[in-house]
């Protein structure tokens, strides 16, 4: 394992614990709206933070294939919301990277997610009977090139690493996951009234 991923995981192991803790993720994704309005904060945070490391990394050919935003977007269509109602939904005033290194740092959360994301795409298969193309796209993200896609990962994050600062880009990792947790576990859900319904839930009924 190289040097950097090695202190990644030790110094982001807590965050990593504290998010899989508050996410209370099986709950949430026991019922359709529960796991619609979970896509919905994972959507703010993807569509706030995707254009900033695309800018920053300038590398579409390493980086098209790890966005995530428009798998959300599918999901989330197929789930009943509409184009409008999609680009409404609320977004985070999170910390953007402004180096490379902090990029990285922040990719590694968003690509370390993909992860754990294959063992919720299964649960939510069996739970709520949905797949790839019918509104689990963004959990089953590289679905069998997971692994292969983290390879690669891991080894641009060394090169960056070593031809980088290091410490700015395990502080930016830190950072993005507590910027996660506080988005996706502390608001509430955007769309839906104290009783569960709400413009989202008729569209529903409608379909
Ligand atoms: C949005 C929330 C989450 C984020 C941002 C996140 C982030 C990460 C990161 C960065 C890694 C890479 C660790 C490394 O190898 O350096 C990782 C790995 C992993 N995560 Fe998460 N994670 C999240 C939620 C979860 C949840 C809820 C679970 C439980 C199902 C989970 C299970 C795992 C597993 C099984 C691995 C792979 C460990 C390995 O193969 O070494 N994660 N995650």
Do not use: N
């Not at 900033?52 to 959300?72: C, K, S």
């Amino acid at each position: 394992m190289s040097d950097i991923l090695e202190r990644l995981r030790a110094e982001t192991r807590e965050a990593h614990e504290a998010i899989e803790r508050d996410l209370a993720w099986e709950t949430r994704v026991a019922t359709l709206d529960g796991y619609r309005a979970l896509l919905a904060r994972f959507r703010g945070f993807h569509a706030v933070l995707e254009p900033a490391l695309a800018g920053m990394l300038d590398d579409e050919a390493f980086f098209g294939p790890r966005r995530r935003l428009g798998y959300l977007d599918a999901d989330l269509r197929h789930l009943g919301l509409d184009a409008a109602e999609i680009r409404a939904l609320p977004r985070p005033d999170a910390v953007l990277p402004r180096s490379r290194p902090e990029a990285f740092g922040a990719l590694y959360v968003l690509e370390g997610s993909t992860l754990g994301g294959q063992v919720i795409a299964k649960h939510i298969g069996r739970q709520l009977g949905l797949t790839a193309e019918t509104g689990c796209r963004y959990y089953a993200a590289h679905g069998r090139e997971t692994g292969a896609m983290w390879k690669a990962f891991r080894h641009r994050l060394a090169d960056e690493a070593e031809s980088g600062d290091a410490d700015a880009l395990v502080a930016f990792a830190a950072r993005t996951f507590d910027a996660m947790r506080h988005w996706l576990c502390a608001a509430p859900v955007p769309f839906l009234d104290g009783e569960g319904r709400g413009p989202v839930a008729k569209v529903l009924q409608r379909g």
